[in-house]
T-cell receptor, first 114, second 112 residues
């Protein structure tokens, strides 16, 4: 079974630009979550999508947005990039069962903002 | 506010030297505690889920335990390939789904 895939793996952008990241979940998983990981803040939850609807959102500004398509693939968009947006962006595909969810992470997209 | 604290931040062991990593948490309504392993430049890899105090799970040289306030990841006779950052996360039920809160991780280096 193929794992979670994320594209691109690396991105370099300049301040003020916008960026779109893509995530394809494990086949059959309907929930996709996005996280930002930085050395200073660790892993922080951005948002979760389930059946094309945003189900939860973390404490990030409105410049961070996402969507999910009918095939469960998800995209994340960051507008007006700032230097502090440089991070590893991780997508997690969720398998539900046993009263809680187990998340399987993709390899991440390394975003560098210059 | 849910809090997860991992200790130590960094740990250096000699090959074969057993030790434990700690994850203490303060949450309302724990639905599960997860352990992940993360190698540099990669996404976290799922290791264990623990649901209730007293529960234990094992995988190769790793054993995870859970109490009402903390979890331990015991590493028995570690090898250099066990070197990684180990993350724990607690999951609570928020807004119709389960949202994890991650600790900052313990960076483990095992010397041959």
């Amino acid at each position: 079974k193929a794992g979670v895939t994320q594209t691109p793996r690396y991105l370099i952008k300049t301040r003020g630009q916008q960026v779109t990241l893509s995530c394809s979940p494990i086949s059959g998983h309907r929930s996709v979550s996005w996280y930002q990981q930085t050395p200073g803040q660790g892993l922080q939850f951005l948002f979760e999508y389930f059946s094309e609807t945003q189900r939860n959102k973390g404490n990030f500004p409105g410049r961070f947005s996402g969507r999910q398509f009918s095939n469960s693939r998800s995209e994340m968009n960051v507008s007006t990039l700032e230097l502090g947006d440089s991070a590893l962006y991780l997508c997690a595909s969720t398998l539900t069962g046993g009263g809680t969810d187990t998340q399987y992470f993709g390899p991440g997209t390394r975003l560098t903002v210059l | 506010e849910d809090q997860v604290t991992q200790s130590p931040e960094a740990l250096r062991l000699q090959e074969g030297e057993s030790s434990s990593l700690n994850c203490s948490y303060t949450v309302s309504g724990l639905r599960g505690l997860f352990w992940y392993r993360q190698d540099p430049g990669k996404g976290p890899e799922f290791l264990f889920t623990l649901y209730s105090a007293g529960e234990e799970k094992e995988k190769e040289r790793l054993k995870a335990t859970l109490t009402k306030k903390e979890s331990f990841l015991h590493i028995t006779a570690p090898k250099p390939e066990d070197s990684a950052t180990y993350l724990c996360a607690v999951q609570t039920y928020t807004g119709g789904s389960y949202i994890p809160t991650f600790g900052r991780g313990t960076s483990l280096i095992v010397h041959p």
